[in-house]
């Protein structure tokens, strides 16, 4: 008698930063829509985690060390094989803006470069390992990725520092150059960038700057999430090498 194998059927999405904010929301907006998240983030499964995926389901990684981005790629591999080895989604999400003393913004005057560096490692190095690692996973499926970029990547910012700044112009560069070589592939490359969505990551002072924006409020997670997985849907199918504002009208 030979051993029946059973494959998971549902869409998976790898995400990263999916313990809070930005992340936490697209956990929930996929799982609603029947997806299969796989989450990544450097605290370990929680029981407290509302939506009934178990540990089974999360990777404690550690983005900065790129030899534990190295191993944790290895077991995306091997949790993906439950659904025939086809990755739909990758999600880079994660993203770190460190400040100064008692929250001062970083320049490029007076950035550490050690800083400098870590940033980088988090915010850049970390979506084209993932997106590379992930690539054999993500043709097989006809997959997506979506770089999560920023406002502070096009304009200087008052709050977020020049490395987050740069890191993030980088990263919509690196959505251009992937969507041209992942294309070929069946791959389709964009990147959204949110304004100020009310997460922890934002400065205190940003209530004043809304009083200007268009919409005169901030973000929420969930219309970020919302874009993202519009990006991963098959209403995008035409969509590649594109960056989706999600601002409020900042910029106008
Ligand atoms: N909120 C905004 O207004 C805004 C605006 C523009 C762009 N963004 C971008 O949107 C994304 C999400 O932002 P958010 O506001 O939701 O951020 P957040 O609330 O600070 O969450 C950041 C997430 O990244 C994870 N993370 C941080 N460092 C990591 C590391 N070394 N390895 C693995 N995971 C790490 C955190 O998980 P652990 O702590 O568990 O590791 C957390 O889940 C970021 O890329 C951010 O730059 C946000």
């Known amino acids: 008698m030979t051993e029946k194998t059973s ?6 999405l790898v995400l990263t930063g999916a313990s809070r904010g930005i992340g936490h929301a697209t956990v929930k907006r996929f799982s609603a829509a029947g997806w299969r998240v796989i989450t990544c983030s450097r605290h370990a499964f929680s029981d407290k985690c509302p939506w009934p995926m178990g540990p089974e389901d999360h990777i404690q990684v550690d983005l900065s060390d790129p030899e534990n981005l190295g191993y944790a790629v290895q077991e995306m591999r091997k949790r993906l094989e439950a659904n025939g080895s086809k ?4 999600v880079n999400n994660a993203g770190i803006s460190p400040k100064g003393d008692k929250g001062a913004r970083l320049d490029s005057m007076d950035t550490p470069m050690h800083i400098w560096r870590h940033v980088f490692q988090v915010n850049f190095f970390a979506p084209i390992m993932l997106g590379r690692g992930l690539f054999n996973e993500l043709k097989k499926a006809g997959g997506s ?10 304009r200087v910012h008052p709050f977020a520092g020049t490395a987050y700044a740069t890191s993030k112009a980088a990263l919509a560069s690196l959505t251009r150059e992937m969507a041209a070589d992942f294309g070929p592939h069946g791959i389709r490359v964009n990147a959204i ?3 100020e969505i009310d997460t922890s990551i934002l400065s205190p002072g940003t209530e004043k700057m809304i009083e200007d924006f268009p919409l005169r409020r901030l973000g929420r ?15 995008s199918s035409y969509v590649t090498g594109a960056e989706i504002h999600i601002n409020g009208g900042q910029h106008v």
């Open 7 to 12: 494959v998971d059927e549902r869409p998976t």
């Open 87 to 90: 990755l739909h989604a990758l």
């Open 145 to 154: 990725i979506v770089n999560v970029t920023s406002i502070a990547g096009s």
């Open 193 to 195: 960038a949110p304004g």
């Open 221 to 235: 997670p969930d219309e970020v999430a919302d874009t993202i997985h519009y990006l991963c849907s098959p209403q």
